[in-house]
């Protein structure tokens, strides 16, 4: 059983146990009971609250919600409203942002066609998709989607468009022999998949597969079982949070030791003393302000055009080293454009792509007048007459109604100043020969309104040259035909990757009306030749190339020929595209010759969905991280395991763009480029973030452990204060960082790697750096207070406020990690940096005079002098910093 594309009919319904007649009622009903309805089936789902409580399994989430209960212990129930107020808002945040295999499923099942005209008991009758079988007898007709996987037996004229499973750009011509057992599914001729729709022609064909043995339904088996990858950031920040918290917990037991074995203390008061310690540690505003810094890089992304459907996928992008792309649709136009044309011994080119009929004639890549060309306006208007597709102009341009095929005629013709309307007035059709593959020619007769009458035919070169013993010649009149000529002009244009149409005329007598398959056997005249290609976006180009120069690759994985996807290649500038590798070649490569091929080739054709899948896991495997673009449904297993799978928006199927993280609004493969240069942003200004609220944490956390080394009872910061300093700084000073404009030459420097953490030794240089500055100034005023008699509360006070003013100085130099900030850029470029300030400085100031909260927290009033002490010893650290930026540039240079 199985393998039914490689069986002769037959022998297909003796194994069914069918006939061309198709089963009775009451057989189909026993068969339901046997093979279940035909609809995909349904995957247990995790309940709401089981997925929402799985928001919460994440170390820094422990980290926070064990400083909530920290803080619920010593009675501070506002602090502990607020730590779990943003632990819950994260949760909610992933919630609604998860489950997309659920709905990626659920989009293929409504791919399903939802009737099928069937023959039961010898009769056609109309029955639901879901009641099919294995052995009924299915009718096709054009615009049906196909129900289930089906043999053919019978078809006329029948193209299917297929797409959404194969990626091949044009409606597939079926025929009904078997093809070889090792066919990929877009040569299987003799077979139509369900979802798949028909777009010409009719057919018959016998069930062999339904529900999960589709094809379809294979691919929906591949999503539910594909394992979504974690994205760099969620490693990163999980391996960073248990580092975090080990190191919190080892200082908080050391600090607890030594001051009750050392320094004498009691150990309750040493117990609260190391809970200080830890909640200084602890950056309860880090997830928050991540998950702002995400949300702000998703508005930007979409104002470019790219859809975010899964936050850290923002920063991912940033680390892409390779993307995966689709031709048919992403890369390309899936719009095709006649761009050569072959006559009287010369070869044409036409500018231009898609169905826009604004274009040049090109001779030896030259401009030229079409009407200097005599057999060009013939070939168009032949091309014209001998056509069923008609051209409409909507809001957004012209669209083909019909076959793409004739639709690039068309615009062609328009190109070459032909008046559609007005040529198949001057010559009305008489009479046609339908396509048919059998004969795979079309055929009309015209008369004139000047008494003239001829035969157009149009077609595959190779069946219209058998038709032809003469050519036309420019001038109009007609040479003997030279066949080798013709020939070698085909093979040129077929390795350019063009799909060929050729155009033949034979004059006939006024008298005749009626077209017999006798009139066109013989005696025509050779006209020419169209190359048309699906040709590359132009704007894909130019993506193409920036690419190249941020460090990324591009590869091409398309269910279409080699020929063609080898052509489309070269013209979009991709690396290695001297070979195509085909989904046939992959079937015979053992694992370890096909890890060498990735790295090495960037075209693959003929290529199914599991081959897709294989090559985004086997450049996973390599250490690459890869973004998969597509749209069909066979994209979907791949855009669900690739580190970030990105969906067309327009073209792109329902299935695609569920699995995917990232929807391109525009189908603009350009849109990614965009996409990219924001991830890197984003990641840049979450490495900003993380520099400027870490020292704020390393320098709390400093002071309280200076304070129990030197044997303080009265600590300089109380842990209420410390989570008013870390919570107010967090969503002023470091969101304004979530607002930074991108770096100079962000794409022009390779993608970070993805295993590297997100705090470097140098970035934890840097953080110590600075964490010892803030606790140095903050100590030293504290101890200088309380020397001087002020009051603990006032010396905290002043403690504070000092912690406050170095992080407002240190975030001018947390604007640039490398480069300096001493210039009116880096002072005044970002004005969300100064409006926070702003704001700081008013809630400093409502926390330091007004009397509630001098209750609440612990604090006094202190005077002007004071104030300018604290501004006079904060503003050091922005100087030390600069200094240090500059030092570290300089041994780079050196280096």
């Known amino acids: 059983m199985g393998k039914w594309h490689a069986k002769d009919i037959e022998t297909v319904f003796k194994e069914l146990g069918t006939s061309a007649d198709g089963l009775s009622q009451s057989e189909a009903l026993a068969r339901v009971a046997k093979y279940g309805p035909n609809k995909l089936p349904e995957p247990k789902k995790r309940s709401a609250v089981a997925r929402f409580l799985l928001q919460f399994h994440d170390i820094l989430i422990y980290v926070l919600l064990a400083a909530a209960v920290v803080t619920g212990v010593l009675g501070h129930t506002v602090d502990t409203a607020v730590i779990l107020g943003v632990v819950v808002l994260n949760a909610i945040i992933g919630f609604i942002q998860e489950g997309k295999a659920e709905d990626a499923l659920e989009a293929i099942r409504k791919m399903l066609s939802a009737h099928a005209l069937v023959m039961r008991d010898g009769r056609h009758i109309t029955i639901p998709a879901e009641e099919l079988v294995p052995g009924d007898v299915v009718l096709l ?422 020929s063609t996807a080898l052509a489309i290649a070269k013209k979009l500038g991709l690396e290695n595209c001297e070979e195509a590798i085909t989904g046939e070649r992959m079937e015979e490569m053992k694992e370890e010759a096909l890890k060498e091929v990735v790295e090495a080739v960037d075209v693959y054709a003929r290529v199914s969905p599991e081959h897709k899948l294989i090559l985004v896991k086997l450049l996973q495997e390599r250490g690459e991280t890869v973004a998969m673009t597509g749209d069909g449904v066979n994209d979907a297993p791949a855009l669900k395991r690739a580190d970030v799978g990105i969906a067309m928006g327009q073209s792109g199927t329902e299935a695609a763009k569920e699995a995917a993280e990232i929807v391109l609004a525009d189908d603009n493969f350009a849109s990614i480029k965009h996409a990219v240069e924001e991830g890197r942003t984003v990641y840049d200004n979450l490495k900003k973030a993380i520099l400027f609220i870490l020292p704020t944490n390393g320098g709390e956390a400093l002071i309280i452990l200076g304070a129990i080394l030197l044997g303080f009872h009265q600590m300089p910061l109380t842990p209420v204060q410390i989570l008013w300093v870390n919570m107010v700084t967090a969503v002023t000073l470091a969101l304004s960082l979530a607002f930074e404009p991108p770096e100079p030459g962000v794409m022009q420097r390779p993608p970070r790697d993805a295993k590297e953490p997100m705090v470097t030794l140098y970035l934890l240089w840097r953080i110590l750096f600075v964490s010892v500055i803030i606790m140095a100034g903050t100590f030293a005023l504290f101890v200088w207070e309380m020397q001087r008699g002020a009051s603990i509360e006032e010396a905290r006070t002043v403690a504070v406020n000092t912690l406050v003013m170095f992080e407002i100085f240190y975030l001018f130099s947390a604007r640039y990690i490398n480069a300096s900030s001493f210039n009116l850029q880096g002072l005044t470029g970002n004005r969300y940096v100064l409006a926070a300030i702003a704001v700081l400085a008013v809630l400093q100031a409502v926390f330091t005079y007004f009397p509630p909260m001098q209750k609440l927290f612990g604090t006094a009033s202190i005077d002007w002098k004071m104030w300018v002490e604290i501004t006079l010893v904060g503003s050091t650290i922005f100087f030390l910093v600069e200094f240090e930026k500059y030092v570290v540039r300089v041994l780079e240079k050196r280096g």
């Not at 990626?167 to 139509?192: I, N, Q």
């Not at 379809?216 to 999980?238: F, K």
């Not at 274009?359 to 069923?388: E, I, Q």
Request: a negative charge; proline letters at 4%; one cysteine or more.
């Open 141 to 562: 007709q054009s615009g049906d989607r196909v129900p289930a996987d089906l043999r053919l037996f019978r078809v006329k004229g029948l193209q299917i468009q297929e797409a959404a499973l194969t990626g091949e750009s044009l409606p597939v011509e079926k025929k009904t022999d078997p093809v070889p057992e090792e066919s990929v599914v877009g040569d299987r001729l003799c077979m139509a998949f369900s979802g798949t729709i028909v777009t010409h022609g009719q057919g018959e064909g016998v069930v062999v597969a339904t529900g999960a043995d589709t094809e379809i339904g294979q691919i929906s088996t591949m999503v539910s079982e594909v394992e979504s990858v974690a994205t760099p950031l969620l490693r990163q920040m999980a391996q960073f949070g248990r580092w975090l918290s080990l190191a919190i917990l080892f200082v908080a037991a050391a600090a607890f030791a030594f001051g009750y074995l050392v320094r004498g203390y009691e150990a309750a008061e040493m117990f609260l003393a190391s809970v200080s310690l830890a909640v200084a540690a602890i950056p309860e505003g880090l997830p928050a302000i991540m998950t702002i810094t995400l949300a702000i890089g998703v508005q930007r992304m979409a104002k470019r055009n790219a859809i975010i459907r899964r936050l850290p996928a923002v920063e991912t992008l940033g680390a892409v080293t390779v993307i995966c792309s689709d031709k048919t649709g992403t890369l390309t136009k899936n719009e095709m454009t006649v761009r050569n044309i072959a006559a009287s011994g010369h070869l044409f080119e036409l500018t231009g792509t898609g169905y826009d009929p604004h274009g040049d004639l090109l001779v030896g890549g030259k401009s030229a007048d079409p009407a200097a060309f005599g057999v060009l306006r013939k070939m168009a208007t032949y091309a014209v007459l001998c056509s069923d597709t008609q051209l409409e102009k909507g809001d957004e341009g012209w669209e083909v109604h019909g076959d793409p095929m004739e639709g690039a005629l068309l615009i062609s013709a328009m190109k070459l100043g032909i008046d559609i309307d007005e040529t198949k007035k001057a010559y009305p059709r008489v009479d046609l020969i339908p396509f048919e593959s059998e004969h795979k020619f079309m055929a009309t007769l015209h008369h004139s309104h000047e008494k003239e009458a001829f035969i157009v035919v149009k077609g595959a070169p190779e069946s219209l040259l058998r038709m032809c013993d003469r050519q036309m010649k420019g001038d109009g009149s007609t040479a003997p035909l030279e066949q080798n000529v013709w020939s070698e002009r085909i093979e040129e244009l077929a390795q350019r990757g063009e799909r060929l149409i050729a155009l033949a005329v034979k004059p006939v007598e006024f008298s005749k009306t009626a077209l017999l398959f006798e009139d066109v056997k013989e005696g025509f005249i050779m006209v020419g030749l169209f190359g048309m290609i699906d040709p590359p976006r132009i704007e894909a180009i130019e993506a193409v190339k920036a690419c190249k120069s941020a460090g990324i690759r591009v590869k091409m994985i398309t269910g279409d020929h080699a």
